[in-house]
């Protein structure tokens, strides 16, 4: 199959290969969710071998090493598989490995000369370490949607500079993604009651509070409401509460099922196919279907797990958001049953990304609930899509104020960083910005050429 690839893909690729040209071995990639990153690292990895070298790409699942081999397979790259019951065929230029195998066959595989690392915010954890410091004379390339660990923290012990693809808003805006709609009935969960540890709320507390039949009834009550009809995927917070789920959406007729990490691998992909194909509606799960998850056909998500995590959110939130050659007409749902949206902001919000570890702040609030359909929309919106006008009540009012206080912060934060950038009058006083936010250099080159700076 001859793919060929779109103008912002190309550019992420020559950014990446500046990077390296420039001294920089250790590139993080940064691109959303659905831009087609295993299209642009199967298109380095195709150039390595064509070149007589080597590429190893790592995945951390299972499903992850099946979906980028068909599409390496798609794109005519011969490749061996680094996995469990694969067999070795270590004299392929290009090896699909699996983290878990690679790791306990290091001295069998010859160190490539290109190290892409999928999904790369986990490689901070030891079991990548490893790999890479076996690896120490080859080139890193991490690929991700959010350049962060769950906690926040950066990535900047590991990679020496970042690329920055388009954001989610151009993808969509140009038709690369889907445009969505975002739904957030009221919430039971209240995160005060809920302990936070190494990023990411306490499971027990969470069960506590989702795993009630009142709360799981009103899932499938707004399901039906809002998104009837639409194949979706549930995201929950363990095994239990996914099979409670699901069996309340059988429950009223709606084909449901869940898998989890721990389903035996033919009926997980039984299962996963049987969705692709439209036998299952709604399929639950407790921490699986996340990155790099792809079925176009999939319209709608519901969101029953809070998550203290950014990345996390993002990684979930995205899912629908692929194009469906089959349906041109496609628009996801997003509903949010827990609140994360007002943790974290809506999906395709402009994000300034660091190699830095993050410093938590309070939540900046921009947007507002209709209290007619529940539809998120930003704070200063008058009227809502469905026609409701937002009558400006007290509590309303009062609401309001404190996100457009808030809103007005952020924009402040904003618009000093750009007046920043604006006052560089040199090159050195761009690379020292880039140095500090932990940009690529050819984001200084690009900047210098539009300040016409020199030197």
């Known amino acids: 199959m001859d793919i060929s690839l779109r103008r912002y893909q190309q550019q992420l690729i020559d950014d990446v290969g500046y990077e390296y040209s420039e001294g920089r071995r250790r590139v993080c990639a940064v691109a959303p969710c659905g831009a087609g990153k295993t299209i642009m690292t ?101 690929v991700t949607a ?58 027990g507390d969470l069960i506590n509070q989702m795993d009630d039949a009142d709360v799981i009834g009103d899932i499938v009550a707004n399901y039906q409401k809002l998104a009837a009809g639409k194949r979706a995927i549930c995201y929950c917070i363990n095994r239990a509460h996914s099979e409670h789920v699901a069996e309340s959406f059988r429950a009223v007729g709606i084909p449901a099922e869940h898998i989890d990490g721990e389903t035996h691998k033919a009926v997980r992909a039984r299962t996963i196919e049987d969705f692709r194909l439209g036998k299952i509606q709604i399929l639950c799960n407790a921490e ?22 950014l ?52 939540r900046v609030m921009a947007i507002k609930i209709c209290r007619a359909c529940y539809t998120a929309v930003p704070s200063t919106a008058r009227t809502c899509p469905c026609g409701h006008v937002f009558s ?35 090159v050195a006083d761009l690379t020292a910005i880039a140095l500090r936010r932990g940009y690529s250099m050819r984001w200084v080159t690009r900047m210098a050429d539009v300040k016409r700076l020199r030197g």
């Open 288 to 309: 699986l279907l996340g990155e790099g998850f792809d079925v176009p056909a999939m319209e709608a998500v519901i969101l029953a797990r809070p998550t203290a995590s």
């Open 392 to 426: 400006g009540t007290q509590e309303e009012r009062t609401i309001t104020e404190k996100e457009g206080a808030l809103t007005k912060i952020e924009e402040i934060r904003r618009k000093k960083r750009r007046q920043e950038v604006g006052a560089a009058r040199s």
């Open 42 to 142: 199967a298109w380095m990895a195709r150039g390595t071998a064509l070149s007589g070298r080597r590429a190893v790409f790592m995945v951390h699942r299972q499903e992850l090493i099946e979906q980028t081999s068909a599409t390496f397979t798609a794109m005519g790259i011969r490749h061996g598989l680094i996995a469990a019951g694969a067999a070795k065929e270590y004299d392929l230029p290009v090896q699909i490995a699996s983290v878990q195998t690679l790791i306990h066959r290091l001295p069998e595989v010859q160190p490539p000369d290109l190290l892409i690392c999928d999904e790369c915010h986990h490689i901070v954890a030891n079991t990548y370490r490893k790999i890479i410091d076996q690896f120490a004379s080859s080139y890193v390339l991490g």
């Open 146 to 203: 959010t350049p962060e660990r769950i906690g926040g923290q950066g990535l900047g012990e590991i990679f020496q500079s970042l690329v920055l693809g388009p954001t989610a808003a151009e993808l969509i805006a140009a038709g690369n993604l889907t445009p969505y709609d975002y739904y957030a009935p009221p919430s039971k969960f209240d995160p005060a009651a809920a302990h936070v540890r190494f990023g990411e709320y306490v499971k």
């Open 311 to 362: 990345t996390l959110y993002i990684q979930q939130s995205m899912r629908p958001l692929r194009p469906d050659p089959t349906n041109p007409n496609k628009r996801a749902v997003i509903i949010d049953h827990v609140g994360n949206v007002f943790r974290h902001g809506m999906p395709d919000e402009d994000r300034e990304w660091s190699l830095e570890t993050r410093k938590k702040k309070p």
